[in-house]
């Protein structure tokens, strides 16, 4: 019985991966055995691929980000929102769980990262909403929950990944992120609200009564600190920069503030901050390099056509479609990590949505949004392993402190594939270049 190299291809990444391979490396291997099964394309195809996945210019973006991330958090810049956002809230109930979500939409448009945002947040206000009488998983579900609303807020590295892969306007993605980014930090917010007020907490025992005078006098002693997200996306929006000119932007602002206005950074911390985004840039270039391998042969075997063809014979529908592709999505989330899925699944994807009149930047924002839920799902979910390592309570806990934020990511999903003009209504509004 003869297979087809797509059919060896798949299965080969498969079992790699099952026995313990890094995903790299699963794909890589699959790929150069699907080469020399198939015996149609010269091997000379490895290294030109590999180069072309890694000579992506915008991809700079991503460590910059990274790196203006941990500058912020260890030059206080993270402290001081945190302040003033619970100033805002942190009497009400549940006011620290509010707080940590509302912080980490904030951070967010700083980060672009779910792990790093959980890291910068949760350090603060974990240990916080534990001293004021919070149970350890609800502060833990709390900070990893909030932390998914770093990646689709702008700047997003999975949005920035997503546009790279699928040749889209980064700008249009980023400006399609704000509202569902906004809506998803509001249901988190809301949730979380009412698992204090069933489980009875309290806001922050050690937070003064709101009082407009301290809060105004608060921004303008933190304003550095607080005008950073609007000086990294104001550039980009303003026009005076582009997304990865945006990315130095904001670690030089972060220098700035942390050096000079705080006067908390020190040479350890460019250090730390350096390797953090080495290690970042290490990991998600050697995926791409061996993901465009992957691409470029199942394109050749026409991969993406026979998966039309398979579709085509189960509906014609393009909601049914877009529903299957969904449930498919968040079902790897939960084995495969989120640039991984991107980088590896969208070759394929982009014709089938083509085909069936999907709009890539409409499913685009689903995909990360299936991308937030596998940031909080077993057996990875790396948001969770973040946090529980903060509160000191074992993942399990988390796992299931985070179902009702679970099932408020999946209403937004929900509501975000059936309304898909309340997720485009923005770049329209600007006049952006929304694909088909």
Same mark, same amino acid.
């Given at each position: 019985?003869?297979? =087809?190299?797509?059919?060896?291809?798949?299965?080969?990444?498969?079992?790699?991966?099952?026995?313990?391979?890094?995903?790299?490396?699963?794909?890589?291997?699959?790929?150069?055995?699907?080469?020399?099964?198939?015996?149609?394309?010269?091997?000379?195809?490895?290294?030109?691929?590999?180069?072309?996945?890694?000579?992506?210019?915008?991809?700079?973006?991503?460590?910059?980000?990274?790196?203006?991330?941990?500058?912020?958090?260890?030059?206080?810049?993270?402290? &001081?929102?945190?302040?003033?956002?619970?100033?805002?809230?942190?009497?009400?109930?549940?006011?620290?769980?509010?707080?940590?979500?509302?912080?980490?939409?904030?951070?967010?448009?700083?980060?672009?990262?779910?792990?790093?945002?959980?890291?910068?947040?949760?350090?603060?206000?974990?240990?916080?909403?534990?001293?004021?009488?919070?149970?350890?998983?609800?502060?833990?579900?709390?900070?990893?929950?909030?932390?998914?609303?770093?990646? !689709?807020?702008?700047?997003?590295?999975?949005?920035?990944?997503?546009?790279?892969?699928?040749?889209?306007?980064? +700008?249009?993605?980023?400006?399609?992120?704000?509202?569902?980014?906004?809506?998803?930090?509001?249901? !988190?917010?809301?949730?979380?609200?009412?698992?204090?007020?069933? &489980?009875?907490?309290?806001?922050?025992?050690?937070? $003064?009564?709101? &009082?407009?005078?301290?809060?105004?006098?608060?921004?303008?002693?933190?304003?550095?600190?607080?005008?950073? $997200?609007?000086?990294?996306?104001? =550039?980009?929006?303003?026009?005076?920069?582009?997304?990865?000119?945006?990315?130095?932007?904001?670690?030089?602002?972060?220098?700035?503030?942390?050096?000079?206005?705080?006067?908390?950074?020190?040479?350890?911390?460019?250090?730390?901050?350096?390797?953090?985004?080495?290690?970042?840039?290490?990991?998600?270039?050697?995926?791409?390099?061996?993901?465009?391998?992957?691409?470029?042969?199942?394109?050749?075997?026409?991969?993406?056509? #026979?998966?039309? #063809?398979?579709?085509?014979?189960?509906?014609?529908?393009?909601?049914?479609?877009?529903? !299957?592709?969904?449930?498919?999505? /968040?079902?790897?989330?939960?084995?495969?990590?989120?640039?991984?899925?991107? /980088?590896? +699944?969208?070759?394929?994807?982009? $014709?089938?949505?083509?085909?069936?009149?999907?709009?890539?930047?409409?499913?685009?924002?689903?995909?990360?949004?299936?991308?937030?839920?596998?940031?909080?799902?077993?057996?990875?979910?790396?948001?969770?392993?973040?946090?529980?390592?903060?509160?000191?309570?074992?993942?399990?806990?988390?796992?299931?402190?985070?179902?009702?934020?679970?099932?408020?990511?999946?209403?937004?999903? !929900?509501?975000?594939?059936?309304?898909?003009?309340?997720?485009?209504?923005?770049?329209?509004?600007?006049?952006?270049?929304?694909?088909?």
């Amino acid at each position: 019985m003869e297979f =087809s190299t797509t059919t060896v291809v798949i299965f080969s990444m498969f079992a790699l991966f099952l026995i313990g391979l890094p995903l790299f490396s699963s794909v890589a291997i699959s790929a150069c055995i699907g080469l020399m099964y198939g015996g149609t394309l010269p091997m000379s195809v490895i290294h030109n691929s590999l180069f072309e996945g890694l000579n992506i210019f915008p991809l700079l973006a991503i460590p910059c980000f990274v790196i203006a991330g941990m500058l912020m958090e260890y030059g206080n810049i993270t402290h &001081h929102i945190v302040s003033v956002v619970k100033q805002l809230v942190g009497r009400t109930p549940g006011g620290l769980g509010i707080t940590t979500i509302l912080a980490c939409t904030f951070f967010a448009a700083i980060s672009g990262s779910g792990p790093g945002t959980v890291a910068a947040v949760g350090t603060l206000l974990i240990p916080a909403m534990i001293k004021s009488g919070y149970s350890r998983s609800y502060a833990a579900a709390a900070a990893s929950s909030g932390g998914t609303i770093g990646i !689709m807020i702008p700047p997003s590295n999975p949005l920035i990944i997503y546009a790279v892969v699928c040749n889209i306007s980064i +700008l249009s993605m980023f400006t399609a992120g704000f509202v569902p980014g906004f809506t998803v930090a509001f249901a !988190m917010t809301i949730t979380a609200y009412l698992i204090a007020r069933r &489980h009875g907490y309290k806001g922050d025992v050690d937070a $003064p009564p709101f &009082h407009f005078g301290t809060f105004v006098r608060s921004c303008i002693k933190y304003f550095p600190s607080l005008v950073t $997200p609007f000086i990294v996306l104001g =550039s980009i929006y303003g026009g005076f920069a582009t997304p990865v000119e945006a990315s130095v932007v904001a670690i030089l602002w972060a220098i700035l503030v942390g050096c000079i206005f705080n006067r908390a950074l020190r040479p350890i911390h460019f250090y730390k901050s350096l390797l953090a985004g080495a290690m970042v840039c290490g990991s998600v270039l050697v995926i791409i390099a061996a993901a465009t391998l992957f691409g470029r042969l199942l394109t050749f075997e026409q991969a993406p056509q #026979q998966l039309i #063809q398979l579709i085509l014979t189960i509906t014609n529908d393009p909601m049914t479609v877009l529903l !299957m592709i969904l449930g498919v999505l /968040i079902i790897i989330g939960m084995f495969m990590e989120t640039l991984a899925t991107i /980088i590896i +699944l969208m070759p394929i994807l982009m $014709p089938v949505l083509q085909e069936f009149g999907i709009n890539p930047i409409y499913f685009g924002i689903l995909l990360v949004v299936t991308n937030e839920m596998a940031l909080l799902t077993p057996p990875i979910g790396v948001n969770v392993f973040v946090s529980s390592g903060i509160a000191k309570v074992p993942v399990e806990q988390v796992y299931v402190a985070v179902l009702p934020y679970l099932a408020a990511l999946f209403m937004c999903l !929900m509501f975000f594939t059936f309304t898909p003009e309340y997720v485009l209504w923005l770049p329209k509004l600007l006049g952006m270049n929304i694909g088909w």
